[in-house]
């Protein structure tokens, strides 16, 4: 398997870690968030999304 799978591959096993604390700590504050993003308009949870991107971007040029 090449580097780039193997970064890729790491990435994702990462992102699931990350994602998998929030239900597993705080079931109910998990549900009560999961609750109030299925009330938020598409356009705010866009900006809310593109924020993540652009922060997740310019970390990920700072480390590499």
Do not use: C, S, Y
Not at 13 to 28: Q, R, S, T
Not at 29 to 50: E, N, Q, S
């Amino acid at each position: 398997m090449g580097l780039e799978w193997q970064d890729f591959l790491t990435a994702v096993a990462l992102v699931l870690i990350i994602e998998g604390l929030l239900p597993f700590l705080n079931p109910e504050g998990w549900r009560r968030a999961l609750a109030m993003i299925v009330r938020t308009p598409d356009d705010k949870l866009r900006t809310i999304g593109l924020g993540v991107i652009i922060t997740g971007l310019v970390l990920l040029t700072i480390v590499r």
